[in-house]
């Protein structure tokens, strides 16, 4: 059982260039999530996928785009990469119900670091 | 105004101490998270409430949704415990709000 598996955990990018940062969970869960880390800041949510087929914006999405390509996968894109985006990225989920109060244990990747010169 | 608000933002506390970390929050919420975090590692779930109380070991979780306040309790701490706790809550939609964190050091 893998959990959450994130890829690159370490990237190089220079201003301008593209990527994507890859997140799978294997355990069925519904809710997927982005957020990134920087010193200082604490966690902030980026998007978030409550379901598969629905994607919202969460505290800090100006400059990145998310794909929830299927139940298991959530991609996070940077089309033009800046130097602000230099950053730990953690991708999440967990297995909800909607209101249903209670539910849904987070489960973490081991984050990406991402380097944007 | 932060939806949600930990305090304190550090704490530093003698091998052995009895360590209360608070979280505030000021929306509803289906449930309530506390992560830790050691440095330069990754992020484990601790405990998921949403009402009552919860223990593992030596931590001890609470939550009063009529008072939308939480609080994690290490008794006895050691210097394992030092990492950063974190509080979030999960809003009905299952958008997710961090708290800022709290960053433990406990000395021996």
């Known amino acids: 059982n893998a959990g959450v598996t994130q890829t690159p955990k370490f990237q190089v990018l220079k201003t301008g260039q593209s990527m994507t940062l890859q997140c799978a969970q294997d355990?069925?869960?519904?809710?997927m999530y982005w957020y990134r880390q920087d010193p200082g800041m604490g966690l902030r949510l980026i998007y978030y996928?409550?379901?598969?087929?629905?994607?919202d914006k969460g505290e800090v999405p100006n400059g990145y785009n998310v794909s929830r390509l299927n139940k298991r996968e959530f991609s996070l894109r940077l089309e033009s990469a800046a130097p602000s985006q230099t950053s730990v990225y953690f991708c999440a989920s967990s297995k909800t119900s909607g209101r249903v109060r209670g539910t849904g244990e987070l489960f973490f990747g081991e984050g990406s670091r991402l380097t944007v010169l | 105004k932060n939806e949600v608000e930990q305090s304190p933002q550090n704490l530093t506390a003698q091998e052995g101490e009895f360590i209360t970390i608070n979280c505030s929050y000021s929306?509803?919420?289906?449930?309530l998270h506390w992560l830790q975090q050691h440095p330069g590692g990754g992020i484990v779930s601790l405990f998921m409430?949403?009402?009552g109380k919860k223990k593992h070991g030596r931590l001890i979780a609470t939550i009063n949704i009529q008072e939308k306040h939480s609080s994690l309790h290490i008794t006895a701490s050691h210097p394992r415990d030092s990492a950063v706790y974190i509080c979030?809550?999960?809003?009905?939609?299952?958008?997710?709000?961090f708290g800022a964190g709290t960053i433990l050091r406990v000395k021996s």
């Open positions: 929306v509803g919420i289906s449930a």
């Open positions: 996928s409550a379901s598969e087929g629905t994607t």
């Open positions: 979030a809550v999960r809003l009905y939609g299952n958008k997710l709000v």
């Open positions: 355990m069925n869960h519904n809710s």
């Open positions: 409430l949403s009402s």
